[in-house]
């Protein structure tokens, strides 16, 4: 790791590999329970890209927002979602983030600055611009991060917010998990140029390529763009190169990953760079890293306990919350 | 009362809930220092400043996925989309996003957003300026509609609308932006989901809405001199619709003819004949007869386009033939 890990300090690097051991492990199980048929729908888990979901959220404040995706488990836990909530939400439960009502791709806490995983390839983007326009509308000085794939990059979506974010110098920050592969295609198949940050170009704003397997790199380059947003001079794209270690959905054969490209990759797992920069602070700390595995694992089996324990939403419940006011007339007819 | 225009009815509601709101703000294409396209918004630059009252890039669906995020955020925006013909532009921001939003997040947030769209036919604008395409938004849970047809109703459903918590579609027919009415003085609003009775009656009841409001009213007033007595019910709200009013006049005159400037073919008015048929089918003496747009695209040409939209004498002919005369 060539990474400035040792600048952070031991403490700081433990939390940041506490909360990627919670999205690894939460991802990890989703896929187990979902494999068992224990839970219905799609899973797409974000298992290798831990280090962009915690580095990014760790360098935002708890009163900033950020926008998900369809691969969102990470985004979500690692800007405060509880796993025990996710997973019932996971399960279709009463109990879930969107009382069962949204899934897997769609957790939301607003209360959290989670304003929504998206089943739509880019639509969280737009969304993230027009929540930082709120923010520069009210004069407030919450920053928002659009999580999004290299497949968004190619949307209509993308460029669209970005150019008004740039004209309008929004507090807004673009954050692209290049994981190589939207569903089975290579981005290089579908995509001339070899960094998605090249595009920052056009809209004349900062383009950053980091590792995304590097937690630090990630934290600082999110860190540089929310002091930027907050400064009031405009969005940043950062783009961080990362893999995806499964399927674009669980069960995907993924005849398309060339077998030495998937293993170096795994030799990069984010979770062992940010071991091995630990331990080269303190080869004492493995205890604690230990530890740490130990306290997740408890905390996703009562995930686990706690949604499968947890009632399913009443039949009431499937024509409530279509609309706020005017709910029962609307839906009626 | 005061007489003024059903664009100055625009321009009066959006500026009365902007003074009264300031969550309230607008954003389209040249809605600012042009004071849009219809010059419905001049001045709002001036006394609202560019934070409330912002000039878009011609993207619509980048801006209005952006009034969706700004809306998550608690803020009210108001959308002007040039022509309902853009609107499958941002269908994504409108349909997968505004409308779920409130249930995908379990009642967790709503989306206060209103979008407003000119509408229909009559101006030779061709296949891309000329559509109305209500039908598409009342297919989709968690959308509401309305389509106003007078000064009055307009001001007073448009202003409901940026009140409510749920996302709007404002369906304006462009040929009506000059039509002149009476508007109440002072607060003004009227709640969605409340249909008018126009004109009563007791012999048939037409069901119209928009423009069509007014070529309904022209049809009754000459089948009025033939003796046959024609209920007019402007619905101006097709979501949430307003079922009680329509219901007990059909109950009333036991026939139906619905009107509107849509293309026929999977339009609102068959959702309308097949609820009515459902509910009240022991009510009816005679099927419920539908008076709409030809199924083809909007043609340029005047002496084509005046052809594809129903006339009042279309609406007469409706009438006499569902009373067997």
Not at chain 2, 181 to 196: K, M, N, Q, R, W
Request: glycine fraction near 10%.
């Amino acid at each position: 790791m060539k990474t400035k890990a040792n600048q952070h300090g031991l403490e700081t690097l433990l939390r940041f590999y506490r909360e990627m051991q919670r999205v690894r492990q939460f991802d990890q199980k989703a896929a187990e329970l979902f494999t068992q048929g224990r839970m219905a729908g799609n899973i797409h888990t974000c298992v290798g890209q831990e280090a962009t979901a915690v580095g990014a959220c760790q360098a935002l404040e708890p009163t900033d927002f950020i926008t998900a995706t369809h691969r969102g488990h990470g985004h979500c836990l690692a800007k405060g979602g509880r796993a025990a909530i996710m997973m019932a939400e996971l399960f279709g439960k009463a109990t879930g983030y969107c009382k069962g009502k949204g899934g897997s791709m769609h957790i939301a806490d607003l209360g959290l600055g989670i304003l929504g995983a998206n089943g739509i390839v880019g639509a969280g983007i737009p969304i993230a611009a027009g929540s930082a326009l709120a923010s520069k509308i009210k004069g407030g000085r919450e920053v928002t991060l659009a999580f999004f794939g290299d497949g968004a990059s190619n949307e209509g979506a993308f460029h669209e917010a970005l150019n008004m974010a740039s004209a309008w110098r929004l507090p807004v920050i673009f954050l692209c998990e290049n994981n190589k592969y939207g569903v089975s295609v290579a981005i290089d198949r579908v995509t001339s140029i070899a960094d998605i940050a090249d595009r920052a170009k056009a809209y004349d704003i900062p383009g950053i390529v980091v590792d995304g397997n590097d937690v630090v790199a990630v934290f600082e380059a999110v860190s540089a763009a929310a002091a930027r947003a907050r400064a009031g001079e405009g969005p940043s794209l950062i783009e961080a190169k990362t893999y995806r270690h499964r399927g674009h959905y669980e069960g995907d054969p993924q005849i398309y990953k060339p077998a030495d490209e998937v293993a170096a990759w795994k030799k990069r797992d984010p979770l062992i760079l940010l071991q091995d920069a630990i331990l080269a602070l303190d080869p004492a700390a493995a205890d604690k890293l230990a530890a740490v595995e130990d306290e997740i694992r408890r905390e996703i089996e009562d995930a686990v306990r706690f949604a499968e324990e947890s009632p399913y939403p009443g039949p009431a419940e499937v024509v409530s919350d279509v609309y706020a006011a005017d709910n029962e007339r609307s839906v009626a007819r | 009362m005061k007489t003024i225009t059903y664009g100055q009815a625009i321009s009066e509601a959006l500026r009365e809930e902007m003074l009264r709101d300031d969550n309230v703000f607008i954003l389209g294409e040249d809605m600012a220092v042009m004071g849009s396209v219809f010059g419905l918004t001049k001045g709002f630059l001036e006394e609202f400043g560019e934070n409330r009252v912002i000039d878009t890039p011609i993207s619509e669906a980048g801006f209005t996925a952006m009034a969706v995020g700004a809306a998550l955020r608690g803020l009210r925006p108001v959308v002007e989309i040039m022509y309902v013909d853009f609107t499958p532009v941002c269908f994504d921001a409108i349909v997968n996003q505004a409308a779920k939003m409130r249930y995908m997040t379990g009642g967790q947030t709503s989306v206060p957003l209103v979008i407003r769209c000119p509408g229909g036919a009559g101006r030779r604008n061709a296949g891309q300026h000329s559509q109305s395409l209500e039908a598409l938004f009342t297919h989709i849970p968690g959308l509401k509609v309305i389509a106003p047809s007078t000064p009055a109703d307009m001001k007073g459903l448009l202003k409901a609308a940026i009140r409510d918590d749920d996302p709007v579609i404002c369906i304006e027919h462009k040929l009506l932006y000059a039509a002149k009415g009476e508007v109440p003085e002072g607060e003004h609003l009227i709640p969605l989901g409340s249909a008018a009775v126009r004109r009563p009656g007791r012999d048939v009841t037409v069901i119209a809405w928009s423009r069509q409001v007014h070529s309904a009213l022209e049809a009754a007033k000459t089948l009025a001199a033939e003796g046959i007595d024609a209920e007019v019910i402007d619905l101006r709200s097709l979501v949430p619709l307003d079922w009680e009013t329509l219901a007990s006049s059909v109950r009333k005159t036991h026939r139906a003819v619905i009107v509107h400037e849509a293309v026929k073919r999977g339009g609102y008015g068959g959702e309308l004949a097949a609820q009515i048929g459902e509910d009240l089918f022991d009510s009816l003496d005679a099927p419920v007869k539908r008076v709409a747009g030809l199924n083809v695209v909007p043609p340029f040409s005047p002496a084509l386009e005046d052809f594809i939209y129903p006339n009042p004498g279309d609406i007469a002919a409706a009438v006499r033939e569902t009373l067997g005369r």
